[in-house]
């Protein structure tokens, strides 16, 4: 029952942190654009033939101009995934593995309480003292055997939760990192055999 209501506490606790995230991180950066917004290229004030230009001239398109790249904030993605399993991945686009994420810890999670509710029930048989020695005996050791279980899942949940933070940060980072000014792609050439070869494209 104590361990339900930490879980309780615990989820409150997650959604207020995942509700002020969200808020924060909507509003617009005081020198960018709004999280997960379009990085547009700058361009000067269109200018006429004698130099004169004035504000409420029309821009002027740049065929040149570097097209607009969405981008991913990594410090939001990383708030998101430690506030709730898979939420990170699910801001970065990346549906599939945000179910894996959701499904990974949500079975870590439910194989501790599991464990625990079951070592609790073990602990009950240990210290009713009507029963003989060896029940009572069996019963602790049951109980020491589910304790361990229970707190090997609990420190495989905090690995895993670890990674997917990690994950999270840096797929932000790598955001549609193909489309931006400079761009890293791994291409297959099929007159060479299977080897494989990085190109870099530098769009200035």
């Not at 997960?36 to 821009?59: H, N, W, Y």
């Not at 970065?92 to 464990?115: C, D, R, T, W």
């Not at 005996?137 to 109980?143: G, S």
Request: charged residues 20%; glycine residues 8%.
């Amino acid at each position: 029952m104590r361990f339900q209501r930490i879980g309780i506490c615990a989820t409150v606790f997650f959604l207020i942190i995942a509700a002020g995230a969200q808020i924060a991180l909507s509003r617009p950066l005081a020198d960018g654009p709004a999280v997960g917004g379009f990085l547009l290229a700058q361009q000067g004030s269109a200018e006429d033939s004698t130099g004169a230009g004035t504000a409420q001239d029309p821009p002027v398109a740049d065929s040149s101009a570097v097209p607009p790249v969405r981008t991913k904030n990594p410090t939001g993605a990383l708030l998101r995934s430690l506030a709730l399993p898979g939420w990170g991945q699910l801001y970065n686009e990346q549906y599939i593995k945000s179910a894996l994420v959701l499904a990974a810890e949500g079975l870590l999670v439910a194989g501790a309480v599991v464990e625990h509710q079951r070592a609790e029930d073990d602990h009950a048989v240990y210290q009713d003292l009507l029963q003989s020695d060896a029940v009572r005996e069996a019963a602790w050791r049951r109980y020491s055997r589910r304790i361990d279980k229970r707190n090997a899942y609990l420190w495989y949940y905090a690995g895993f939760k670890f990674l997917s933070i990690i994950d999270a940060y840096v797929d932000a980072h790598l955001y549609r990192f193909d489309e931006g000014p400079f761009a890293v792609q791994l291409r297959a050439e099929p007159e060479t055999g299977l080897r494989m070869a990085i190109v870099v494209r530098c769009d200035l």
